[in-house]
């Protein structure tokens, strides 16, 4: 179960004495958006207005001023480097999962000296997982990550800081969290073994056949965009994947390459949003998970920056790089 704190929310509305507020959530949690908004009005009279588009993480905070007093923003923590608003209230909706020492039966292959990861739903058993690991005669290392992130030991999908900061004092990470998405960014950004423990099934895996998948099909892509004469160059719009700069420079390099490219800000990237641009390539500076695991669905290769350069013969495929949203 989530712990939506509806406790804290009820007193923080109260103390704020706001009339309204806006309730952002991604997919998986709006299923509750009902539930909570009920509650909500009939505890402390504030008018609750559901956002409905969809929503990845605090790196696309809706802007409610005009919609609402105040923002709840739930399933994601603060990204500091974003600033501090003290009209919105993040609900990270932890996780009660709870391990106990028969992890270590799944954990052979786990070396001695270990980073310990998590999403945030899963940041409070790192305490409890650090302790197994040291019982069991490890080293465990936690590290803090630049101002991308929030808490020691998180990893967001486009920022694995947390891990290179104990990289050189560990063989390989315990990830603790569901789903490929989370451990992929560290599995991309570090070169060692990324193991995942997830809490609510108890299973452990290895990354490194999933991150090579899709890594194959990243060398595909440059392969296929090697020859391209036209690139639009996407650049978003919301606050926490705004890479314009970074937009202006992939630019600049594919003129200076001979290329044809063009710059477009977009706030939703998607095929249909792309489809009326007649181009050969496309490089993204937006969420760089869209062009890596999103790939498929779109019909002409899409690259990150780095890739790009690798494409361009900036960069050998050896150097390949996770394109990490830095603060
Ligand atoms: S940029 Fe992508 S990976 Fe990073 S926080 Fe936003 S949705 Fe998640």
């Known amino acids: 179960m989530f ?3 509806l ?37 402390t009279g504030a008018i609750p207005v559901i956002v409905g588009r969809p929503c990845y993480g605090a790196c696309d905070l809706f802007d409610y001023h005009g919609w609402a007093d105040a923002l709840i923003h739930f399933g994601h923590s603060p990204i500091p480097s974003q600033g501090d608003d003290p009209n919105v209230l993040y609900i990270e909706s932890r996780s009660d999962a ?11 292959t786990l070396p001695t000296k270990v980073g310990l990861l998590a999403t945030v739903q899963y940041l409070g058993l790192i305490p409890k997982v650090r302790y197994i690991l040291e019982s069991s ?4 290392r936690v590290g803090t990550g630049d101002r991308r992130i929030c808490h020691p030991g998180q990893v967001l999908g486009c920022n694995c800081s947390a891990a290179e900061a104990v990289d050189a004092d560990v063989d390989g990470f315990l990830f603790i969290g569901e789903g490929d998405f989370h451990p992929l960014a ?8 990324v193991l995942v423990l997830n ?3 108890g299973e452990v895996r290895d990354m490194a056949e999933t991150r090579d998948r899709i890594l ?13 004469q036209s690139f639009l160059v996407i650049v978003c719009s919301k606050i926490g994947q705004n890479r314009d700069e970074l937009a202006d420079r992939m630019v600049a390099l594919l003129r200076d390459h001979g290329r044809t490219a063009f710059k477009v800000v977009i706030e939703e990237i998607n095929p249909t949003a792309l489809m009326s641009y007649q181009v050969d390539a496309f490089v993204n500076t937006a969420c760089p998970r869209i062009a890596m695991d999103d790939a498929a669905r779109y019909p002409k290769p899409m690259l990150t920056p780095p890739e790009l350069e690798i494409a361009l013969g900036e960069r050998q495929w050896g150097e390949y790089l996770f394109d990490q949203i830095r603060p």
Do not use: N, Y
């Open 3 to 5: 712990d939506f704190e």
């Open 7 to 43: 406790e804290t929310i009820s007193r923080w509305i109260s103390d704020g004495g706001f009339a309204s507020v806006a309730l952002q959530m991604p997919e998986g949690l709006k299923i509750r958006a009902p539930e909570i908004s009920e509650f909500i009005e009939r505890e």
């Open 98 to 108: 709870d391990v106990d020492e028969s992890i270590l039966d799944s954990l052979g």
């Open 137 to 140: 005669g490890r080293t465990v």
């Open 186 to 193: 560290a599995a991309f950004g570090m070169e060692k073994q």
């Open 199 to 201: 809490p609510v099934t």
């Open 216 to 228: 194959r099909r990243r060398f595909a892509a440059i392969q296929g965009a090697k020859d391209a």
